[in-house]
């Protein structure tokens, strides 16, 4: 059939499906890439927890190995 004889509605289905679909995917495709971004800075706050995380491991530990260093060294010098 020929576009002049369709109705109004069917001429503009194709169109409009059309458009809606490339809406959609620019939406998708602009979502996406702020998305990535957030996930960026998700990721760049996780691993700032985890070096303080381990920073404050690594002090613990030597005041740890500092204490014992310290106790051994009194517990010599009593018995002597």
Known sequence: M???K???GKRLTKPILFGTLLVGLATAFFNRHLFMEDLADLREQERSRNEAKRLEVMERRKRLIDEV???KGA???VTR
Do not use: C, I, P
């Open 75 to 77: 517990g010599d010098r």
């Open 69 to 71: 260093a310290e106790k």
């Open 2 to 4: 020929k576009q002049s």
């Open 6 to 8: 369709l109705s109004t």
